[in-house]
Nanobody, 121 residues
Framework: QVQLVESGGGTVQSGGSLRLSCVVS????????MGWYRQAPGKQRELVAG???????NYADSVKGRFTASRDNAKNTMELQMNSLKPEDTAVYYC???????????????WGKGALVTVSS
């Protein structure tokens, strides 16, 4: 069973910084593409940042230049450094990973339960 657990959420003032972490654990073979998504109240879940196994990243236009995604393949972890936070960044942030296992060698997407980030003005 593959599990994803996010940590590092909290409340910060506008202009502040937070760092989110995601740990992938369980019976797995390889973790391929990973990503951070967020869902604000009343809105659809949206991609914030994606990162390939090789480290290539892509970001939503709204966070470019402020957020940085990184990963450690040896530890099966991913982080999101969020700087210059704005009230509109307030949301639940979710970690997603494509994991290849012996049971499903073609890969399957797994999600964490989310971490709340609140940015006060």
């Amino acid at each position: 069973q593959v599990q994803l657990v996010e940590s590092g959420g909290g409340t910060v003032q506008s202009g502040g910084s937070l760092r989110l972490s995601c740990v992938v654990s369980g019976s797995m073979f390889t973790v391929n593409r990973m990503g951070w998504y967020r869902q604000a109240p009343g809105k659809q879940r949206e991609l914030v940042a994606g990162i390939s196994r090789g480290g290539s990243t892509n970001y939503a236009d709204s966070v470019k230049g402020r957020f940085t995604a990184s990963r450690d393949n040896a530890k099966n972890t991913m982080e999101l450094q969020m700087n210059s936070l704005k009230p509109e960044d307030t949301a639940v942030y979710y970690c997603k990973a494509e994991v290849l296992t012996k049971l499903i060698p073609s890969g399957m997407d797994y999600w964490g339960k989310g971490a709340l980030v609140t940015v006060s003005s």
